[in-house]
């Protein structure tokens, strides 16, 4: 006598479905494990790099949280569309793997994800992994010429606003280019004070919180989007000034020690504290107040 146990009972750990995929992850494994490994140990160590592990880890779990989507049924795939894209990701990833143009070595892995997933699944699959995918942008690492025409302008912008805000209350400071002087110091705002890469972390924290959030109102989300560059900027501004203030109440010492080490983080919790009062303001405006969790935004729970 034989006994039919329900689906529901049979144990899922040799899905079929999951052998599909074994080929396509060890081949990533094998291009990109090199790529992070050189990132991790050179520069991702950098101060002005160091969202990247955490951009990393977010898309590695926000694929985690997707999985099941993997393995749903789709008979939308596009394997032609799917592989010339593929194909072109590659061509960009040994372009950059042989010219060490990390650039093009981290970007080909966007292209060559959405042509595995339309190969595979079609454009249901890429619109499921769609902000996971997007959200690698937040590790590309910035060319120079673009740093370097970026920094200034921003270092002026903010040892500005720095010294008309403590001025305003009072103290002793005057400004000569990014050359800060208070009392009997002299600061200069480097370039890691510019602020420009705490403008791409904040943003790529600040779009995570939207997208979790998943408010059903465009327009919410698209006043808590336009409002991400300026919150980091504001934040940056209040480390230089609170460096400032440590520097002129404590001395040199204290300035450059362990605070101003430790003003990476605070400007980090400044630019939350800045996102969630506004978020929370939103909130109070009935138009703007709409429900979270929508259903194209819910996380697949394991």
């Known amino acids: 006598m034989s006994t039919v146990l329900p689906d529901s009972v049979v144990p899922h750990f040799g899905n079929v479905q999951w052998l599909r995929w074994l080929p396509i992850a060890l081949g990533l494994l094998v291009l990109y494990v090199p790529t992070f490994y050189s990132l991790f140990t050179g520069l991702w160590r950098s101060d002005d790099y160091m969202h990247g592990p955490i951009v990393l880890a977010v898309v590695l779990w926000l694929v985690w949280q997707r999985r099941q989507a993997l393995q749903a049924a789709s008979d939308e795939s ?36 959405v042509g595995v997933l339309l190969a595979m699944r079609g454009w249901d699959g890429v619109r499921a992994f769609g902000f996971p995918i997007a959200f690698i942008l937040f590790m590309l690492p910035l060319p120079g010429m673009i740093v370097d025409s970026l920094t ?7 040892s500005a606003i720095a010294e008309d805000a403590l001025y305003a209350f009072g103290y002793p400071i005057a400004r000569t280019g990014v050359i800060l002087t208070v009392g009997q110091y002299q600061l200069l705002v480097a370039d890691a004070c ?7 972390s904040m943003s790529a924290m600040g779009m995570l919180y939207i997208y979790l959030m998943g408010y059903s109102s465009w327009m919410r989300n698209a006043i808590l989007l336009a409002c991400l560059l300026p919150i980091a900027f504001a934040a940056n501004v209040v480390r230089v000034a609170v460096l400032v203030l440590v520097t002129y109440h404590f001395g040199d010492e204290a300035g450059q020690g362990f605070i101003h080490d ?21 909130g109070h405006f009935r138009s703007l107040a709409g429900a979270n969790s929508r259903p194209g935004h819910e996380l697949e729970r394991a």
């Not at 200034?152 to 903010?158: A, R, S, T, Y």
């Open 194 to 200: 510019s602020g420009l890469h705490s403008l791409i």
């Open 78 to 113: 596009r394997p032609a569309l799917g592989i010339a894209v593929a194909s072109l990701g590659l061509l960009v990833y040994v372009l950059g793997r042989s010219q060490d143009i990390i650039i093009f070595e981290v970007g080909s892995l966007i292209p060559v994800l």
């Open 262 to 282: 430790f003003s990476g983080i605070f400007l980090f919790i400044v630019g939350l504290v800045f996102l969630f009062a506004i978020d929370g303001a939103l």
């Open 152 to 158: 200034g302008p921003l270092k002026q912008h903010v």
